[in-house]
């Protein structure tokens, strides 16, 4: 019963969190627009019952879904999205990486102090720290200003509005996701394996690809997880960040939603960008189970 309690609780979180506004966005993925409040007509009623279900079963169409494969916008920004998501995780692990291994590798004394400063973003404005950013980068902005000043250009850069200033502010945005579970991981590392490592022969650097990196292998797969999976969907950044270039299917989903108040196709988007996102994940999970169960 008490095994039972403890696995009910994160599954009805799950449920009731996941699951249900999962089914709604289903249902309104299937149905058909209109000009009313809501913009959509729901083919499922379950107010008819069984015969309801029935009728729904019989007349479903993914007329929505056909729509998207057939329309090139929504694939590019699919596409476009996951070559930006990969790019931005791989940017972050790389700028991460260092600062959460000098984070472990610290004094003890310090580990409380650089821990505060990673996590001190995040008592602003998640909206006010990305607008700071035109500031910067802006062609009369500091960024500017001071390569101009030390001379290292001769005319400003143009960095706000493009690609570019997209991945900046990601990072920026998503880093202290990518250090703190790296950090957990190369904080519970035994440190004597290393000295019996170079022990046996192998140099520091040797060490660490032998013995230091893959032992952080599960912090660094927890840390693109966090990265990778916000970054797909994400809107804000590549709305005040980048220009008219810059295709994200978080920023076509906010436009059919809001701008063409298509509902069911702006609903089927968002059931095939979940799909992309959770299919990974449990593939994952299987075979890390898989890995156990063999280990066992």
């Known amino acids: 019963?008490?095994?039972?309690?403890?696995?009910?609780?994160?599954?009805?979180w799950l449920f009731a969190f996941f699951l249900i506004p999962f089914l709604i966005v289903l249902k309104i993925s299937v149905s058909d627009p209109a000009l009313a409040i809501p913009?959509?007509?729901?083919?499922?009623?379950?107010?008819?019952?069984?015969?309801?279900?029935?009728?729904?079963?019989?007349?479903?169409?993914?007329?929505?879904?056909?729509?998207?494969?057939?329309?090139?916008?929504y694939w590019k920004a699919y596409l476009s999205s996951l070559q930006i998501a990969v790019t931005s995780t791989f940017l972050a692990l790389c700028v991460a990486y260092p600062i959460?291994?000098?984070?472990?590798?610290?004094?003890?004394?310090?580990?409380?102090?650089?821990?505060?400063?990673?996590?001190?973003p995040f008592w602003s404005s998640f909206l006010i720290r990305?607008?700071?950013?035109?500031?910067?980068?802006?062609?009369?902005g500091l960024l500017n200003q001071f390569l101009l000043w030390i001379g290292v250009i001769d005319t400003p850069l143009t960095i706000l509005n493009t690609t570019t200033a997209v991945y900046i502010g990601i990072v920026y945005t998503y880093l202290p996701f990518m250090i703190l579970p790296i950090y957990a991981a190369l904080?519970?590392?035994?440190?004597?394996?290393?000295?019996a490592a170079e022990d046996l022969g192998c140099t520091?650097?040797?060490?660490?690809?032998?013995?230091?990196?893959?032992?952080?292998?599960?912090?660094?797969?927890?840390?693109?997880?966090?990265?990778?999976?916000p970054v797909m969907g994400e809107f804000v950044i590549p709305e005040l960040l980048g220009g008219s270039g810059t295709l994200m299917i978080g920023k076509v989903l906010w436009e059919e939603f809001f701008s063409n108040r298509?509902?069911?196709?702006?609903s089927a988007v968002a059931v095939i960008l979940l799909l992309l996102l959770i299919v990974p994940i449990i593939l994952y999970l299987r075979n890390e189970q898989k890995q156990r169960e063999a280990g066992a």
């Open 1 to 12: 019963m008490r095994r039972a309690a403890l696995i009910l609780l994160p599954y009805s």
């Open 39 to 73: 913009p959509y007509t729901p083919l499922l009623d379950l107010s008819e019952g069984w015969a309801g279900v029935k009728a729904f079963f019989a007349g479903l169409d993914f007329d929505n879904f056909k729509f998207l494969a057939s329309d090139n916008l």
């Open 100 to 120: 959460a291994y000098g984070m472990a590798r610290a004094p003890d004394e310090w580990r409380p102090t650089l821990m505060m400063l990673v996590i001190l």
């Open 130 to 140: 990305v607008y700071s950013w035109k500031a910067i980068l802006a062609q009369e």
């Open 187 to 195: 904080d519970r590392l035994d440190t004597s394996l290393l000295e």
């Open 204 to 229: 520091r650097l040797q060490a660490f690809w032998l013995v230091t990196f893959p032992l952080s292998r599960g912090g660094i797969i927890a840390g693109c997880f966090l990265v990778f999976i």
């Open 262 to 266: 298509d509902w069911p196709v702006a």
